[in-house]
């Protein structure tokens, strides 16, 4: 069993700069960032494996938005710079057996955090 919990959503205007948290709790291979916007189906952000720290972007945010994991502090970041309006979006930490970009093998998911980014 994985529990995760989400941090760090708001409020920020374009330019800006956000960073996310995922307290992880239990044993798990991968994390992923993953994100809905009102009306959109869910989408691939970042990922990450737990042990070896290798990283995994989707190509529309790999320039602007960085995955990382503390293991000490069982959590997982996101840092988000140069947001833009169309980043707005719920938040969602997932936590999958493999290092991916298929949503469906996240099995996993923490609750989300809300991100609006104004222009």
């Known amino acids: 069993q994985v529990h995760l919990v989400e941090s760090g959503g708001g409020l920020v205007q374009a330019g800006g700069s956000l960073r996310l948290s995922c307290v992880v709790s239990g044993r798990t291979f991968s994390l992923g960032w993953i994100r809905q916007a009102p009306g959109k189906e869910r989408e691939f952000v970042a990922g990450?494996?737990?042990?070896?720290?290798?990283?995994y972007y989707a190509d529309s945010n790999k320039d602007r938005f960085t995955i990382s994991r503390d293991i000490a502090k069982n959590t997982v970041y996101l840092q988000m710079n140069s947001l833009e309006p169309e980043d707005t979006a719920t938040y969602y930490c997932?936590?999958?057996?493999?290092?991916?970009?298929?949503?469906?093998?996240?099995?996993?998911w923490g609750q989300g955090t809300q991100v609006t980014v104004s222009s």
């Open positions: 997932a936590a999958s057996p493999i290092l991916t970009d298929r949503i469906a093998q996240y099995n996993y």
């Open positions: 990450i494996r737990w042990s070896a720290g290798s990283t």
